[in-house]
């Protein structure tokens, strides 16, 4: 079945600092990723759609300066969340629409900013 | 995407069938439904979807009233592995983003 991984699974970084989160779809193409944050106790947040070499597309309120996604391949979209600060931790989590695996999503990335 | 109504929890007993109900009366008539549970910090697994249909597969059973306006997801001998938030989400055509409402956090109990 399809599988989209990940990386990394969790990470650790200073407030200011800039984290760089990677979602591959491994054995399919994927046209469109996306990418979601979830708080504790609460449902996923849509934050941003990618589409394999446009721009992507923003959920109100999402800043699109803060949350840098880059759609480069049909197989790699990343998340880079720049100058993270507490308030950004939480758990990121990508999926990608493949034309005959619909929906899959990655295992997810727990952000803690320090 | 039309709006999903989900019980925030439920309990069901280790081996019994466990009926998850969806609402959705605001379906339109190229939306599907779609079923996805996340296990704690981990990322949603597919379970079924269907769009007019009763569907079935290794996972659980998708029974959809005539109407669509809602739906119950079946898993039919339940497991504590099967502990985990369920999703109902209602999709339009393809390409269109998953929208995930509150969800059930289901419980199973030994």
């Known amino acids: 079945g399809a599988v989209v991984s990940q990386h990394p699974s969790w990470v650790i970084c200073k407030s200011g600092t800039s984290v760089k989160i990677e979602c591959r779809s491994l054995?399919?193409?994927?046209?469109?990723m996306f990418w979601y944050r979830q708080f504790p106790k609460q449902s996923l947040m849509l934050m941003a759609t990618?589409?394999?070499?446009?721009?992507?597309?923003?959920e109100q309120g999402v800043e699109k300066d803060k949350f840098l996604i880059n759609h480069a391949s049909l197989t790699l979209s990343t998340l880079t969340v720049t100058s993270a600060h507490p308030e950004d931790s939480s758990f990121y989590i990508c999926?990608?629409?493949?034309?005959?695996?619909?929906?899959?999503f990655g295992s997810g990335t727990r952000l803690t900013v320090v | 995407d039309a709006k999903t109504t989900q019980p925030p929890s439920m309990d069901c007993a280790e081996g019994r069938a466990a009926n998850l109900p969806c609402n959705h009366s605001?379906?339109?008539?190229?939306?599907?439904v779609y079923w996805y549970r996340q296990i704690h910090s981990q990322g949603p697994q597919y379970i079924i979807h269907?769009?007019?249909n009763n569907e079935t597969n290794e996972m659980a059973s998708l029974i959809i009233t005539e109407d669509r306006k809602s739906s119950t997801l079946i898993l039919p001998h339940a497991t504590l592995r099967d502990t985990a938030v369920y999703y109902c989400?209602?999709?339009?055509?393809?390409?269109?983003?998953?929208?995930f409402g509150g969800g059930t956090r289901v419980l199973v109990k030994p």
């Open positions: 999926s990608a629409l493949g034309s005959d695996y619909g929906y899959t």
């Open positions: 054995d399919f193409q994927a046209t469109t």
């Open positions: 990618s589409n394999e070499g446009s721009k992507a597309t923003y």
């Open positions: 605001t379906i339109s008539g190229n939306e599907y």
């Open positions: 269907g769009l007019k």
């Open positions: 989400i209602v999709r339009g055509a393809a390409g269109n983003k998953l929208t």
